[in-house]
């Protein structure tokens, strides 16, 4: 596949917040994710109500995506331990097609947006990176730093704008590196 600008060795920071994305999935602090669980978090989402019984089964689908190009680098795994997620997040990030990262964004994006208007407030932002961890003023230094255009709304596209930040990112520009939570250590 072909490589895009990015740098092929990884900085610290980098290694943190995929640890950090990875511990927040290993809900039973196991040391691995399953597929199976990965793959159940549609029904979750409508179980509590924060996503349409017919959007689960393409939620679903955006997420078997990113299971297999994300988490799994292409390759066909029913779990993946921390370095086997780091070491398939390296190798993604110099892919030229990186789409598979976005797929499931709308999906996450609808679910936080809790009175359906197509932007996260300040308030639904804030509930969901405090569900990752992150203390209230933290939260809203965030929000400050996605909402560029300063109308204190984010919209879908800010969003995905933040998430492949946090992913594919070197740095703490924006501050990105935050939203899944406080990074935790080496």
């Known amino acids: 596949m072909a490589t895009h600008d990015v740098q092929k060795e990884v900085t610290d920071l980098w290694i ?25 978090l549609p029904e979750r989402f409508l179980q509590m109500g924060k996503i349409s019984e017919e959007n689960v089964e393409n939620f679903r689908a955006a997420l078997q995506c990113t299971w297999r190009d994300c988490w799994c680098g292409g390759e066909v ?6 370095s086997e997620f780091i070491e398939s997040m390296k190798n993604f990030r110099l892919w030229e097609n990186t789409s598979a990262l ?12 809790l009175n359906h208007d197509g932007f996260l407030t300040k308030e639904e932002f804030c509930t969901f990176v405090q569900g990752n961890g992150l203390d209230q003023e933290r939260a809203e230094i965030l929000f400050a730093q996605i909402d560029t255009n300063h109308d204190d709304l984010i919209s879908l596209e800010d969003f995905i704008t933040c998430i492949r930040a946090f992913f594919l990112s070197q740095d703490d520009e924006g501050h990105y590196s935050y939203v899944f939570g406080p990074l935790i250590g080496n």
């Open 102 to 113: 976005a797929k499931p964004m709308p999906f996450f994006f609808d679910a936080y947006d």
């Open 16 to 40: 943190k917040k995929m640890k950090t994305h990875f511990n927040g999935n290993d809900k039973l602090k196991q040391g691995y994710v399953l597929k199976e669980n990965y793959l159940k």
């Open 77 to 82: 795994r029913e779990k993946v331990t921390q």
